[in-house]
């Protein structure tokens, strides 16, 4: 899934937006700061990190709190978003969504990147069989159908936070295994390399300090890009009741109750704000994406 | 042209195989025993723990793994998927019903998001650096930002409970002859949720193609022999458009995945919703076997792809 939205913006023209004339030797940031849309994706996305941290002091009400005098009312001053079916604040429930949903995409990236880079660096540095079988395994991953086997694991396992974190994690690494691998394979013949192991370093030394620092920047890009796909993917799972079990709040399982017609047609107020907030959330981190690709690695604008 | 297409199922095959272990095992490792599960409470105690024992033994439980996995996988190839554990149907049956109406889905989808994507990439292409460019552009971004079922959410409530224009969910009205217009009006909210999202990558793809084809020499040469920049176009167009059915493939599993939150939003009796009640009722041997067959369709798409890119480029020799 990742590997998509990744290549799909292999060629986005937004940096063009704001594209001058290239100063001397500009840095990451300066490059990444005239991406106007990456700029504004990094506010937006610090604003919705500060909220999730602070959710306890910023939410209004607790947001497990039943209260069942005050259920599915409209939005209204005490209640800024309205209440759910079980007069639950919406918000507040928002609030504390987004440290859920923010930290499952962070976690199953965190993992899906450390075993591809592990795979990828083993199949790239050693080549030969090593190299064969954990290629072979990637495209099996690739080919499965991975939201069907996802499903199919997480009922297995049970529906849970650290169930989708985890799943998600060990169906995403096969992208991030061939990036890290193609870099190996371009830098394990260069001069430098050779060098360093004609001084006697040992193989980790020059994996860890000589090839593998190269491999970070399309790393850091891709695991951007796939943080929203795993956000996404999260909402997608907890929305079908397999992913965040309530009462916890998550922003998929926040629009699980839209599946009703009524809930659907006359208390809008439940299900807008979440879904609004994935859009936000994901958008921003696209941007980010974007604007770290041109910055990190202007060669690859288009 | 056949020895090619030979070594390429060739490859295909241990990745089915591998695809299969692998599921194999984690479906295995789903708790319950298939026999204990299955019976009748009242029934298994009158019989007793010897009988119970007898069934496992019958039904190959006792086995150790890899040998059940080989007759499980002989049983496969002979077109035997086993029974569904929930309602005794054969597996076979079950997909059957249910894989036509997700195919005329992803086939309907496909074809809009290329009839889509296609023309707005040749236009972002050839208008580079434009304001319709950053606004196509813009918009892949925020389709693919959108989560596809909450786009259905609200399709479904603008069109269907608003406006009353089209059906809420089902593939045909319950009750009414099946009109070709039934259809159709049931397939639009549905397609439309799942065909922006994947119009943007093929709508990045034509454009990025279409830039490189157009730097390359023999464009320069048609436009300095006086070809008018229409015919030019066309010229490019040709190979530009090559790499895009790579993409079109590639996409194939992204799409089969939409379709099983969309199936479920619009009650679509595709093999998604079914994915998705086959969870809910812990029918794994109808889960293996869905993800079989999506696993196989995944794999046919990407053969196509290979076959389809090898027979119109001719840079590609196939010895």
């Known amino acids: 899934m990742s590997q998509t939205s990744t290549t799909m913006a292999a060629t986005a023209p937004l940096a063009a937006i704001a594209a001058e004339t290239p100063r001397h030797h500009p840095t990451v940031w300066s490059r990444f700061r005239r991406h106007k849309l990456a700029l504004a994706g990094a506010i937006v996305l610090l604003l919705l990190v500060i909220i999730a941290i602070a959710a306890p002091i910023l939410a209004p009400h607790p947001p497990n709190a039943v209260s069942l005098a005050n259920y599915r009312k409209p939005p209204s001053l005490d209640y800024p978003l309205g209440t759910d079916t079980q007069g639950r604040d919406v918000l507040s429930r928002l609030m504390f969504a987004a440290r859920i949903s923010l930290s499952v995409g962070l976690v199953a990236v965190s993992i899906y990147v450390a075993i591809g880079t592990v795979l990828g660096g083993l199949a790239g540095f050693f080549g030969g069989w090593v190299d064969t079988v954990v290629m072979r395994v990637a495209d099996m991953v690739l080919s499965f159908p991975s939201i069907i086997v996802i499903i199919t694991i997480v009922s297995i396992l049970g529906p849970s936070i650290l169930n989708v974190m985890l799943v998600i994690g060990l169906m995403g690494w096969p992208p991030i295994a061939r990036l890290v691998r193609g870099e190996f394979l371009t830098l394990r013949g260069r001069d430098f390399v050779t060098a360093s192991r004609s001084t006697g370093a040992p193989n980790a030394r020059i994996i860890f300090r000589h090839i593998l620092p190269n491999a970070t920047t399309p790393v850091i890009v891709a695991a951007t890009f796939g943080i929203a796909q795993a956000i996404l993917l999260e909402a997608g799972l907890s929305f079908l009741g397999l992913g965040v079990q309530p009462p916890t709040a998550s922003w998929g399982n926040m629009l699980n109750g839209a599946q009703s017609i009524t809930t659907l047609e006359e208390l809008p107020w439940l299900w807008l704000p979440p879904g609004i907030t994935i859009i936000l959330a994901v958008l921003a981190i696209n941007f980010v994406g974007d604007g770290l690709r041109d910055a990190l690695d202007p060669r690859s604008r288009a | ?319």
């Open chain 2, 1 to 319: 042209m056949g020895r090619f297409l030979l070594r390429r199922i060739a490859i295909s095959i241990p990745v089915l195989l591998g695809i299969t272990v692998i599921m194999y095992i984690i479906v295995n490792m789903a708790p319950g025993d298939p026999v204990t599960a299955l019976m009748n409470p009242e029934q298994m105690a009158n019989m007793g723990p010897e009988w119970v024992e007898h069934q496992r033994e019958s039904l190959g439980l006792n086995d150790p793994m890899p040998v059940r996995y080989l007759k499980w996988l002989k049983e496969t190839a002979t077109g035997n998927l086993g029974y569904s554990f929930v309602d005794r149907m054969p597996v076979n049956q079950k997909i059957g019903e249910r894989i036509w109406p997700t195919l005329k889905l992803m086939l309907t989808v496909l074809v809009i998001s290329v009839a889509i994507g296609i023309p707005l990439g040749i236009v972002s292409a050839l208008k580079q650096y434009s304001f319709i460019d950053y606004l196509l552009t813009i918009l892949g971004f925020l389709t693919v930002s959108i989560p596809s079922f909450f786009l259905a959410l609200v399709l479904i409530y603008v069109f269907s409970l608003k406006l009353d224009w089209l059906p809420t969910s089902g593939m045909y009205t319950v009750g009414q002859p099946r009109t070709l217009w039934d259809s159709v009006t049931h397939m639009i909210l549905p397609a439309t949720a799942l065909g922006l999202a994947q119009s943007a990558p093929i709508i990045r793809y034509t454009r990025s193609s279409m830039l490189e084809t157009i730097r390359q020499d023999y464009v320069t040469v048609a436009r300095a022999k006086g070809l008018n920049e229409r015919a030019v176009t066309v010229h490019a167009l040709r190979n530009a458009l090559i790499p895009i059915i790579t993409i079109i493939a590639l996409n194939v599993p992204m799409l089969l995945g939409g379709t099983v939150i969309i199936e479920q939003v619009f009650s679509w009796p595709g093999m998604g919703s079914l994915a998705i009640a086959s969870v809910q009722g812990r029918d794994y041997n109808t889960l293996m076997g869905i993800n079989l067959i999506a696993a196989i369709m995944i794999l046919l798409s990407n053969l196509l792809a290979d076959v389809i890119y090898a027979l119109v480029d001719p840079r590609i020799t196939y010895a």
